[in-house]
């Protein structure tokens, strides 16, 4: 049952209670901030079926000063101590937030308190600026980010994740034998050629509508490798069948090549890499541009090995990582693949775009050219041009990226892609080991704080699994 407790405008509590406890406002509450108006407090709570109870609590006022007076007041009065004793499996929020924002996501009372005077002492030495709402770009991930057992929990507990991952194990039977949503469950090994890149795909489109339902919407999409599939079909331009089919038919095709290898090597200019590949006469690629100075590398084993030692013998602070790549993605190995691709994919549907889509092939393509079945075969063999897709992306507006994938991998690189600027776009995940919701609490509350307005009741964790 949903309950409102308001006092004077000055304090607005928002709470639901359950069947096992119900929440009283203690009378100090309400004679603290009677006389003061302008000023919200509202508490969201996992589900206690979870596996670790997390709260998120928002607070809100009309200025930086009747906020900093009235959470002062709140700190020394200590209602944290009933804040987080609340089991309530759907806590929520609704209604109207003021412009200066504070949200904090915490699992016990002292936690909670310890967060609190920190971030009061900081605004009380750093005068606090009332953000603006700041357009989010999705930036949706590729091959190498997926890791047994992700999605699982989500399933498990959040509706809407579930009913997106259902969508697509229902468009996938068309051309597998296997259940999808049966594999998630058994956290099936995401080394399997097929599994791997259709894992990857199911659960940035679940994160994303997830997002969406959160009231998250993106202002521009981007997608790295086989992140754009999803990045496409977020953006409207392919509709969820045709993106299976996409994913599907370019996971097949993979599984199939020759064998290669790949690595990935930083601290050194990229222009330098691609001068060192070409000496290897065909035999190697640089396959992602991460950032001016970071790259992968694809090819044939042996040129890449020996690529690696060169690099290594006369660069030592150089990094060089091997990538757990048993094939030589956006290489010469692509190129018979590239065709294929082209003939699996005719008659291919799509649709014009909702939200604008930059292509990693080139910034400058418009939707035109990706809605061609040609573009989708370019993009097997041709370079990603990641760094320059994401400087695009914010090239006119102060953005925040946010991760659309099962595990943050941007913004490792953010600092090198964004080296001629003071400062970095804020960057935000949506999941990472062990896979809860961790990640999308602590996004959407930084989200709040700028001042998107988040549907919080979307988080809300229940068992969603079927009854034996």
Known sequence: MMTHVTTEPSLHIQYTDSDTAKLSVPRNADQGHNN???WKWSVFARSPTARKQHFVVCFSGTTPEIFLKCFAEFIIESHTNYLLSLPCSSSTMFGEHFKVRKAFVSTTTEHLLQQMKKMFLQMQQIPHRINSPIPVVYVFSG?????TGMCKHLIENNHTFKAAIEDIAVSLRRYVPWSLTKRFAESYDVGDLIFDPVSIFACEVALARLWQELGVEPSAVVGQSL????????A???PLDEAVKVVFHRSKILSQTEE???????????????AMCSKYKGK?????FHSPVSCSVSGDRKAVDALANEISLHQSEIKIIA?????AYHSHHMEVGQQQLVQELNHLKTEDPSVRMISTLSPDYTSQDIRSTKYWGQHLRQPVQYCE????????QNAILLEIAPRPILRAHLKDIFFDRPSVPLCLSSMSYPGTNEDLLESAAVLYEHNINIKWEALIMENTSSPE
Do not use: C, P
């Not at 091959?143 to 890791?147: D, K, M, V």
């Not at 190697?284 to 992602?288: G, I, M, R, T």
């Open 389 to 396: 897709a994401i400087r695009t992306a914010v090239s006119k």
């Open 227 to 234: 992140g754009e599939v999803a990045a496409a079909h977020i």
């Open 284 to 288: 190697l690629n640089v396959s992602l």
């Open 36 to 38: 003061v108006a302008g």
């Open 323 to 327: 990538l757990d790549r048993s094939r």
């Open 143 to 147: 091959t190498g980010s997926a890791w």
């Open 236 to 238: 409207g331009i392919l």
């Open 260 to 274: 290669g290898k790949m690595i990935l090597v930083r601290n050194l200019e990229t222009t330098k890499v691609e």
